[in-house]
């Protein structure tokens, strides 16, 4: 069910998601994107530009983790804002015989700011990978019936 914006308060949380991500994911992210930088699927090519390795794509990453806010929502439509800084990269280890390989991406969506005349909330979303905040001030707006 839906909230209602009756229904919200702030400081509430609206949930929790681990997102695990695999290179392949990255690919197929790749192809529907059109973003075929190898520095999100070369090892060799990402560590030659000095990076620890291959990273996500950051849009794959904001999408990602603002399923949490379309799920409570109940409707994709509802989410009118999203924004944020990215102050890391996820880095995602090759999966190729390691079982912990890949990358862990852990999202949490709190209630910030509700405005009444507008009948929105501001979802604020830590989002933390390999025990570091890789998104900052990640915040989604809802508009709510």
Not at 31 to 42: C, E, V, Y
Not at 108 to 135: C, M
């Given at each position: ?48 530009v000095e990076l620890p390795g291959v990273i996500a794509h ?41 079982p912990d390989a890949g990358a862990t991406i852990e999202v ?28 900052m001030k990640a915040q989604a707006v809802v508009r709510l019936?």
């Open positions: 069910m839906s909230p209602t914006f009756s229904d919200v308060t702030a400081g509430q949380e609206i949930g929790t998601r681990t997102i695990e991500v695999t290179r392949t994911d990255l690919v197929k992210y790749a192809g529907a994107s059109g973003d075929f930088n190898p520095i999100h699927w070369n090892e060799a090519f990402a560590t030659g950051g849009m794959f990453t904001m999408g990602a983790v603002v399923q949490l806010v379309t799920d409570w929502a109940g409707d994709p439509a509802a989410v009118v804002d999203f924004q944020t800084r990215f102050t890391k990269p996820v880095l995602v280890t090759d999966t190729t015989g390691t949490t969506g709190t209630i910030g700011k509700l405005d009444a005349e507008a009948s929105t909330a501001r979802v604020d979303l830590t989002v933390v990978a390999g025990g570091q905040k890789v998104l019936p």
